[in-house]
């Protein structure tokens, strides 16, 4: 999810001097200034649900997808594709945490550990870092979970700890969760704007910082030379040895004025055989010098900023998913806007590379579905 400081914003009304009135007033030939319009990219498999900044996890035959709004709102389904139906909230009312826009947490990210369901969720408002991230839990996922509110593990901007090295300089946003494949130790990434992404040791509760008064932190990404950073929505994956640092890289939202094509959302990717970094990019950059490998971004002149995305490990149809939000030209460009998109993953040479259609092998491996077949698969499942 995100914001700008008032001096991004600025600047990209600076540098968008074609782009002034809003999308409703403009024609789609003036906005394709700037939509991308490649079809290098494949378009997303349509997951049929409005969704900000999604989060999925695969429960018991169901998809369940989580996204910031009111209290949280869950929904179910038994394909990505829907049909979706809403099964409550994760909060029963405002957060617990005294902050401000308790009732209306942002990107939310569920995990399932021994038995219990934890819901990493943000308070925060655009524009600024005062922010936390929380964390509820349940012990059954289902039409009728009972959640329990454990309030914030980090504050920034203010609140307690929120003087403490890197609280006092980064944002408390968009968390996600990793597990260190061998140690066991689990591990909290988040950040956004303001010296972007971090990570933290988790307590064996996974409800609190190890350590909070002198946490082992580390950063994961970083643009040093530029004063806009816009690198946020962190996801970490763990595929064959290597951990996967994921991001969103650009504008989110507030869509009103469009930035110069190419800096909005686009989802970047970094590898590392070490939870804990430092990440590389495939041209060997390391993410903290600005490096990211773009895995998917705008395309076909109707997937705009893509982002706030996540990763459903692998299960027994053999493909990694890739998972996101787009903004789709024809439709509009609020976050209330925003769709749930996803694509399997193929790796090459370690790589994670966007597959085109909706096919994989049961032996794992992807069957990439030729542009014409996966058009007509596509005009089967829309347009029938
Ligand atoms: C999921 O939904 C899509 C679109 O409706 C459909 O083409 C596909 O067959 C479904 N998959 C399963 C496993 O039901
Ligand atoms: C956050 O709260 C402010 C008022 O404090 C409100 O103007 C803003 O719309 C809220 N943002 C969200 C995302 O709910
Ligand atoms: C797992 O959960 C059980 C039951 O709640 C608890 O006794 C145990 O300590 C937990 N183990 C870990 C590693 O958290
Ligand atoms: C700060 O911590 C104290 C003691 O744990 C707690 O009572 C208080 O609610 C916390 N404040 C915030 C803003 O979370
Ligand atoms: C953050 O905390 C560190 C460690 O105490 C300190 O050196 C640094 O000056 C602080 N930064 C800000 C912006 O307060
Ligand atoms: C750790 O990852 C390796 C390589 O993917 C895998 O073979 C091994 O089973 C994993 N170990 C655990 C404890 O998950
Ligand atoms: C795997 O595919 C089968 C059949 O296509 C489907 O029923 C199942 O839900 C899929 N599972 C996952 C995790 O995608
Ligand atoms: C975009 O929206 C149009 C109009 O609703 C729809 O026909 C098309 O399938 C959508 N494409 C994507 C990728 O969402």
């Known amino acids: 999810?995100?914001?700008?400081?008032?001096?991004?914003?600025?600047?990209?009304?600076?540098i968008s001097p074609l782009i002034s009135a809003t999308p409703a007033s403009q024609s789609i030939s003036q906005l394709s200034q700037v939509y991308d319009t490649t079809d290098r990219l494949p378009l997303p498999n349509q997951g049929n649900i409005v969704a900000h900044d999604p989060n999925i996890l695969f429960w018991e035959d169901y998809y369940y997808l989580f996204k910031g709004g009111v209290h949280i709102p869950i929904n179910r389904a038994k394909n990505l594709s829907?049909?979706?139906?809403?099964?409550?909230?994760?909060?029963?009312?405002?957060?617990?945490?005294?902050?401000?826009?308790?009732?209306?947490?942002?990107?939310?990210?569920?995990?399932?550990?021994?038995?219990?369901?934890?819901?990493?969720?943000?308070?925060?408002?655009?524009?600024?870092?005062?922010?936390a991230i929380g964390v509820a839990t349940t012990t059954s996922l289902g039409t009728s979970s009972t959640w329990v509110d454990h309030g914030a593990l980090i504050h920034t901007g203010k609140g307690n700890r929120s003087e403490i090295w890197p609280f006092n300089i980064t944002n408390a946003i968009d968390a996600s969760f990793i597990t260190d494949n061998v140690t066991g130790q689990s591990y909290l990434n988040w950040g956004s704007f303001w010296h972007d992404i971090w990570q933290v040791p988790l307590s064996d509760d996974l409800l609190s910082i190890k350590n909070p008064e002198a946490p082992d932190a580390v950063q994961l990404t970083f643009i040093p030379d530029q004063k806009k950073k816009p690198e946020e929505g962190s996801w970490m994956s763990f595929h064959e040895g290597y951990y996967y640092a994921w991001f969103s890289h650009g504008k989110c939202c507030k869509f009103k004025t469009f930035p110069a094509r190419?800096?909005?959302?686009?989802?970047?990717?970094?590898?590392?055989?070490?939870?804990?970094?430092?990440?590389?990019?495939?041209?060997?950059?390391?993410?903290?010098?600005?490096?990211?490998?773009?895995?998917?971004?705008?395309?076909?002149?109707?997937?705009?900023?893509?982002?706030?995305?996540?990763?459903?490990?692998?299960?027994?149809?053999?493909?990694?998913?890739?998972?996101?939000?787009?903004?789709?030209?024809?439709?509009?460009f609020a976050d209330e806007d925003a769709h749930l998109g996803w694509n399997y993953l193929n790796y090459e040479d370690g790589w994670p590379v966007v597959v085109d259609g909706v096919g994989t092998t049961s032996a794992g491996s992807i069957l990439a579905i030729p542009s014409w077949l996966a058009f007509i698969t596509a005009m089967c499942m829309f347009h029938l």
């Open 82 to 131: 829907g049909p979706w139906e809403s099964v409550g909230t994760v909060l029963d009312g405002p957060s617990i945490i005294d902050t401000q826009n308790r009732t209306r947490p942002w990107a939310p990210t569920t995990i399932y550990a021994n038995g219990t369901f934890y819901c990493y969720y943000t308070l925060s408002e655009h524009g600024s870092r005062t922010s």
């Open 1 to 14: 999810m995100m914001h700008f400081p008032t001096y991004a914003s600025l600047s990209l009304l600076l």
């Open 262 to 332: 190419g800096e909005e959302y686009e989802i970047r990717v970094g590898r590392s055989e070490n939870v804990r970094g430092s990440f590389v990019d495939k041209d060997g950059t390391k993410l903290l010098d600005g490096g990211g490998t773009i895995v998917y971004a705008s395309n076909h002149g109707v997937v705009y900023a893509p982002g706030g995305l996540g990763v459903l490990p692998a299960s027994g149809n053999g493909s990694d998913i890739l998972y996101y939000h787009y903004l789709n030209t024809s439709i509009g």
